[in-house]
Nanobody, 130 residues
Framework: QVQLVESGGGSVQPGGSLRLSCAAS????????MGWFRQGPGSEREEVAA?????????????EYADSVKGRFTISQNNAKDMLYLEMNDVKPEDTAMYYC??????????????????WGQGTQVTVSS
């Protein structure tokens, strides 16, 4: 079974930086799409970033970001360490949310349907304020 555990959340001032980590177990990285999601107060959960492939061969991989975080956030993974990361730079108050990592068996062409993501972490809180 796939297990995901987030960490690295906390309080940060606007313009600051934070790196979230997601420790993964029970998966083969080349077989899974990986993503970061967030849900702010009174808001629906939204995709922040994802590493994905739409190919059944799982040879062509891409990275996508929500428009609101492009140029500020970076998603990456370290297969050797079984870790997924979200580097958050120039954070804004609107980034305040519970952040979750998730996995989905590749390919994941329907990833925009959040119900297709198989496993979710417990979440880590990020609060951006002065």
């Amino acid at each position: 079974q796939v297990q995901l555990v987030e960490s690295g959340g906390g309080s940060v001032q606007p313009g600051g930086s934070l790196r979230l980590s997601c420790a993964a177990s029970g998966l083969t990285w080349s077989s899974y799409c990986m993503g970061w999601f967030r849900q702010g107060p009174g808001s629906e959960r939204e995709e922040v970033a994802a590493i994905y492939t739409d190919d059944v061969s799982r040879t062509n991989w891409g990275i996508e970001y929500a428009d609101s975080v492009k140029g500020r956030f970076t998603i990456s993974q370290n297969n050797a360490k079984d870790m997924l990361y979200l580097e958050m730079n120039d954070v804004k108050p609107e980034d305040t949310a519970m952040y979750y990592c998730a996995s989905e068996k590749a390919p994941c062409p329907l990833r925009y349907l959040q119900s297709t993501w198989d496993t979710w972490g417990q979440g880590t809180q990020v609060t951006v304020s002065s």
